[in-house]
């Protein structure tokens, strides 16, 4: 599997585990065009749970059952920088779907490790991290 198909399969799982847990999918892939200059980034999933939307990072890593974890998750590449660049993105997305910037909506990072010899995945959930 090549990178982005690792990418594509880890945000099919997300989807579907947020969608047993009640949300709403609002968006995907979502890439804000600027009149200026080149894509500045994508958030990954948007999804709304009773009154809060979440904009849903999703850092995928694969592994084998012989191999170990690397001590970093997929969690830890979501830096300041990154979750700063987040908040804007989704703070344009609320704008251009005329949904009041406080309202309430927050910025969750999912960790997805497939285990690429069992087929199966393992999720973990942060939720709002956009202070951490």
């Known amino acids: 599997m090549t990178p982005k198909q690792i990418g594509i399969l880890g945000e099919k ?3 579907t585990y947020f ?3 009640g949300y709403q999918i ?4 979502y890439s804000p065009h600027f009149i200026s200059g080149p894509k500045r980034g994508e958030i990954d999933i948007i999804a709304k749970n009773k009154d809060s939307i979440s904009f849903i990072e999703v850092k995928t890593l694969t592994r084998d059952h012989r191999e170990v974890f690397s001590v970093i998750g997929g969690e830890e590449k979501v830096n300041f ?3 700063k660049k987040i908040i804007k993105m989704a703070e344009t997305w609320l704008r251009e779907n005329r949904i009041p910037l406080n309202s309430k909506w927050q910025i969750d990072v999912i960790s997805v490790i497939i285990d690429l010899s069992n087929k199966k995945a393992k999720i973990r959930h942060f939720k709002n991290v956009a202070c951490e």
């Open 81 to 83: 920088k990154k979750r």
């Open 13 to 15: 799982i997300t989807i």
């Open 19 to 21: 969608k047993k847990k």
């Open 26 to 29: 609002l968006d995907k892939n």
